[in-house]
């Protein structure tokens, strides 16, 4: 009961940060809820949870959702590295990629609190290839770990995207992104009903987060909520190297 509690908590906490800066979810919930369970374990139960976030986004902000960035932009190259992360994961739970992952977890929250920090009201696009290279890397990153977030919203800077169409237009392609990854645990043997159980005691973290993440969306600008976002994230990468 302690750990299902502990767990939820972690849940609706990173659940809400995304419902107001459209990632971060994963990233957080992942490295703090490593404490708690495997990552073989945590992993499965957490995304179909976080789909459901992802999806009733999609459902209720559909009109701001820019199809022409998500098919064109984002979809063709995010896509080509999450077939190769995805065919990393059996290598997911070993101690040194899990602190590997919690270096790039530190490395990605201080590239985002610098990148706030110095950001002006007008971002400059990445360069194309720079722009690629992020895309692709996080689509490894998000099928190795579930997450990779910060380096995809990263590549879209300069896209010209308002915190809607930001938020509608990422949660389409968390949505996306993680039934591939479903389809990945089954085959790996980690999804079924253990998993889909621990998912079912998650969905009322999931609410309150995601009720809470709502109201705060809001009314908080998105930028301080960025900066405590990247300020968790170093913290939650530090805590998951610390742990092994």
Do not use: C
């Not at 110095?118 to 690629?132: D, E, I, L, T, Y």
């Not at 930001?166 to 009903?193: Q, Y």
């Amino acid at each position: 009961m302690g750990t299902a509690l502990a767990l939820g908590f972690v849940v609706a906490a990173a659940i809400a940060v995304e419902a107001v800066v459209g990632f971060g979810a994963t990233v957080l919930t992942l490295a703090f809820g490593l404490w708690l369970l495997p990552i073989t374990e945590l992993l499965p139960a957490y995304v179909p949870v976080n789909m459901l976030l992802s999806a009733s986004i999609v459902w209720r902000d559909r009109r701001a959702l820019d199809l022409r960035v998500l098919l064109r932009r984002v979809l063709p190259l995010t896509g080509a590295g999450l077939v190769v992360g995805m065919g990393l994961y059996r290598w997911a739970a070993r101690p040194s990629v899990q602190v590997a992952f919690g270096v790039v977890v530190v490395a990605l929250g201080v590239r985002e609190l610098a990148g706030v920090l110095r950001r002006a009201a007008a971002v400059a696009a990445p360069k194309p290839w720079h722009g690629a290279a992020l895309m692709l890397s996080g689509g490894v990153v998000y099928g190795l770990f579930g997450t990779g977030g910060v380096l995809i919203v990263a590549a879209l800077a300069g896209e010209g995207l308002d915190k809607d169409r930001s938020r509608a237009t990422l949660a389409a392609l968390w949505l996306l992104l993680n039934a591939a990854l479903l389809v990945n645990f089954a085959r790996h043997g980690s999804l079924g009903a253990a998993s889909f159980a621990r998912s079912a005691t998650l969905v009322p973290a999931m609410i309150v987060g995601a009720v809470v993440g709502e109201v705060l969306h809001r009314r908080v600008a998105a930028r301080p909520f960025r900066i405590a976002t990247a300020v968790m994230m170093i913290g939650a990468g530090a805590a998951a190297i610390a742990r092994i």
